[in-house]
């Protein structure tokens, strides 16, 4: 049984509003078996995708290999526009050594509501996959319901955004604060299917045979980071 510990602790600072919430990077970001693009650091698989539409977005030029630069370009895109990373797997047992969310088992969560507590400048919590199993929206669905919390649905259109009020104490007061999910589809190939089955990209793809699913995530993806 392999020991998948996420090799990275959360990106968060005094002045984050977003928050990036996915499972775990694959196992070899962990055992430090980087392939020649990946970048050590959150999302740095160059088969995740996530920083490949970043860098499209917003046109950064950023470096794809192993380097300090490449790290350091990605902090530095995380801190101007006030986005933080904290996936919500800290740690979890594979039979088989892959990157799958099914083949996680025996899975510690991080406390995420404690993160939120400790940040209250954080507004918005953006999922990289939907409520399919072992995904960052079902592992924070559990997490809220040790709180006593759930989600309520805001918007079904995809990618589907939900809210829920989380409580503090202001000045000995108690009040809450609501804080909005986003569901992004992942950006690994696997949601390529998903994204197929689509009906605004099946219109936007009519419209113009090269539109494709890298595209589709870019268009999604623009609205929110």
Known sequence: MFLHQHPYPPFIQDDTKKLIVGTLPPPRFSTGEL???????????????????IDKIH???????????????RKEFL???HIGVCDIVESAEREKIDASDLGMQNIEL???????????????????GGNSKNGPEYFFRKHLKEYGLKLNLVSNEVPRIHAFQLPVTS???KTSRTITTVSLTSGSGAANISISRNPL?????????DFNTFDFRVMQYREFI
């Open 35 to 53: 392939l020649e693009k990946d970048v050590d650091f959150c999302y740095g698989s160059y088969y995740n995708s996530l920083w490949l539409f």
């Open 201 to 209: 990209y099946q219109q936007l793809k009519a419209k113009n045979p």
């Open 79 to 81: 801190i101007a526009h």
């Open 110 to 128: 991080r406390n995420i509501i404690g993160y939120l507590k400790q940040y209250p400048s954080i507004e918005t919590l953006l999922f990289t």
């Open 59 to 73: 046109d950064l030029n950023l470096r794809f290999d192993n380097s300090q630069e490449a790290v350091d370009q």
């Open 171 to 173: 000045g000995g007061v």
